[in-house]
Each structure stands twice: as C-alpha cells, then as structure tokens.
Nanobody
C-alpha cells in the first residue's frame, strides 16, 4: 500500500523558514515524480512544486525563488525548503505522487505564517 507521510509544519513568523519532509513507501520511489500541493482555507488545492525522477524541478509563480524542492531516493524522501515565508503561504501542505493509475496523498501538514 502506498503511503506518504509529511512532517515539519508549524507556526513561523513572516520572513522565516521551514523545511517540510515527506516519506514515501509502498512504491518504487525513484521512478515517480513527486509533488507538493497546498490548500488554504476556502481555496482550492494548488500545485506548489514538483520534482521529476531526474531531478528536474518546477514551481508555482507565487513561490518561485523562495521555495526549493529536493529528493533523496536512497531514503525515499522528498523535501520542501520554504524561505521568506509570507502570511499567504499559510495552508495545509500535501505530498503527492501518481502511481498505479491513481493519485496518492499524504495526510498533510499545517503551515501557519503569522506574527
């Protein structure tokens, strides 16, 4: 069974940093693109960042230059380093992959940016 488990969320002041982690299991981690999504209250879930099997990365315009996605295939981990955080980054952040003809999601981790 595919499992994705996020960690690392919390409360941070504007301008601060957080590093989210996602542990994957139940699938061939190194063969799958991995994505980070977020969902703020009252808003649709949106794609934040993705990293391909070869390490190619893509970012939403709203986070480009502030967030960095990375992966460690040997540890079956994907990370999201978030710098210069803004109140509008407040959301539940989800790890995601597509495997066996299905989208898989973690339980999410809350990120709150507030003074």
């Amino acid at each position: 069974q595919v499992q994705l488990v996020e960690s690392g969320g919390g409360l941070v002041q504007p301008g601060g940093s957080l590093r989210l982690s996602c542990a994957g299991s139940g699938f061939i981690f190194s063969s799958r693109d991995m994505r980070w999504y977020r969902q703020a209250p009252g808003k649709e879930r949106e794609l934040v960042a993705q990293i391909g099997v070869g390490g190619t990365t893509n970012y939403a315009d709203s986070v480009n230059g502030r967030f960095t996605v990375s992966r460690e295939n040997a540890k079956r981990m994907v990370y999201l380093q978030m710098n210069s955080l803004k109140p509008e980054d407040t959301a539940v952040y989800y790890c995601n992959t597509y495997y066996n003809f299905k989208q898989w999601w973690g339980q999410g981790t809350q990120v709150t940016v507030s003074s």
